[in-house]
């Protein structure tokens, strides 16, 4: 790399259709990899909501599923959809990736149990106005949009009056901390209140992966601003004896600061339809 390239790394501004394209690329080209490296701890058909290592059958944040239509926005590989659907669900899964999807089809074969998929972006769902009675997420779209007020208020359009939403995301607190595993990554280096993209780009410049980051008063805007009512929010505790380390999820740091934030939200029974909005385009 010349000293005139930019930096591989930076914090710097990107829009809808960056976004997009980045990340769309990245989680194609890296999925074999993610779910080698992950795929036993998130199982075949199972519901993780963290790598905190808390699962649905034990957190019950859905509530019964049985007979309910279920939407998992950004569902990977499809391992939550399928556990929602051998518990009786109409659970479907989008994802902005067509290379997840495939290994998603493939676990259908292995597992027996098939999730209907679709490519789709979680800021225009390609799905009528309440269509769902329940809508989740695992640490999916959420972070890697640039507009996640968009994504609460597609949320909210599809579900059901009296319809629940949940999503696990990447505690806020994480953005100030590197995203280092060991003592190194309990230490601040940034500014919690600076909401520019984390950016890894080519040497051209062009971004290859972009995440964002939004304060914890920023998500319960978003969420009020949708019109949905958050009734619960957790911060899951690491484990004692759990001993895994996930990216800059480790014991190390989890048992000093939480790494998982999950919003348990709901469409008020008495809510009146919430109209699509064209997706900003920068």
Known sequence: MSEDSPPLVTHRAAGTE??????????????????????????????????????????GLLGPVAGRRVLEVGCGAGQCGRWLRAQGAEAVGIDLSMAQLRISQALDARSGTRLPVAVADALALPFAEASFDVACSAYGAVPFVADPAALMREVARVLRPGGRWVFATTHPLRWALPDDPGPAGLVVRHSYFDRTPYV????????????????MSDRVRDIVAAGLVLADLLEPEWPEELRRVWGGWSPTRGRLVPGTAIFVCHKPASARPVPRRAPPRR
């Not at 890894?200 to 304060?215: K, N």
């Open 200 to 215: 890894e780009q080519d040497e051209a410049g062009r971004a290859r992966y972009v995440e964002h980051h939004r304060t």
């Open 18 to 59: 960056e976004t997009r394209a980045a990340n769309r690329s990245w989680w194609d080209s890296e999925a074999e990899h993610y779910q080698g490296m992950h795929g036993s701890f998130l199982g075949d058909a199972d519901f993780l909501w963290c790598p905190e290592g808390l699962r649905e059958s034990e957190a």
